[in-house]
């Protein structure tokens, strides 16, 4: 009977990683590689080389192969992929609402930093 058990045991931990083999991570490996390869090339030699102004498109390009890059580590480096949906949902959700918080925090000290001075008395340098 003990070894039925142990058979179950070793079955369930298995079965909770099976989606992750070394090609599949071989394979995230040379994506993330050569998505930084890609930043790597716009910034030394299309940006530094003088062929593409740095500016907004440059930025969200930027912006999106860094969240792609970051989808790739939570997903399948943080086994985050092969969970319920459930928790999945729930680490989106609270992610979301700590982005929206940073970004209320910024546009709260901005309006203080310019509309609020504590020494209206005292001239600014």
Do not use: C, Q
């Amino acid at each position: 009977m003990a070894s039925n058990h142990d058979h179950t045991v070793g079955h369930e931990e298995t079965a909770h990683h099976e989606g992750m083999t070394k090609g599949k991570i071989w394979r995230v490996f040379f994506y993330l590689l050569a998505l930084t390869a890609l930043e790597f090339f716009i910034a030394l030699v299309l940006v530094h080389g003088g062929y593409v102004e740095k500016g907004l498109a440059v930025n969200i390009t930027y912006i999106m192969l860094t969240l792609l890059k970051a989808y790739y580590i939570v997903a399948y480096f943080m086994h985050l992929k092969f969970e319920t949906f459930g928790l999945i949902m729930s680490i989106s959700v609270v992610f979301l609402f700590i982005i929206y918080f940073i970004a209320l925090m910024l546009m709260e000290g901005t309006y203080l930093n310019t509309h609020y001075n504590p020494f209206p008395f005292w001239t600014t340098p």
